[in-house]
């Protein structure tokens, strides 16, 4: 199953959290709290976790088609959502054990 990772900087991992998860539950799963979240597409999957310094995003899907569109989708939505910061957002292949964890 393919992986993506990324690592952004930010000071605000937790708002994005909840921006991203609230805006994706209008039309697909999402659950998150403050330091943490799940967005199931259909698609392809999302892991958010936030830290001080950076949030983490973890993608997954079945196909490289479906990675791929998780990736755009959102890259797409962070970049409107983060403006402000304008935070590069740079995707790497991440084996299956990088996820991060949403406890």
Do not use: N
Request: charged share 25%; aromatic share 8%.
């Amino acid at each position: 199953m393919p992986h993506l990772r990324s690592r952004v900087a930010t000071g605000k991992a937790s708002r994005y959290i909840a921006q991203l998860c609230k805006h994706f539950a209008h039309k697909v799963d999402a659950t998150w709290d403050e330091s943490a979240g799940d967005v199931d597409f259909g698609f392809g999957t999302l892991r958010l976790a936030a830290d001080t310094e950076a949030l983490t995003l973890h993608a997954t899907s079945d196909t490289p088609e479906g990675l791929a569109r998780v990736e755009w989708v959102v890259t797409d939505h962070l970049q409107r959502f983060a403006w402000r910061e304008k935070p590069t957002i740079e995707w790497s292949a991440a084996a299956p054990s990088a996820a991060p964890s949403a406890d």
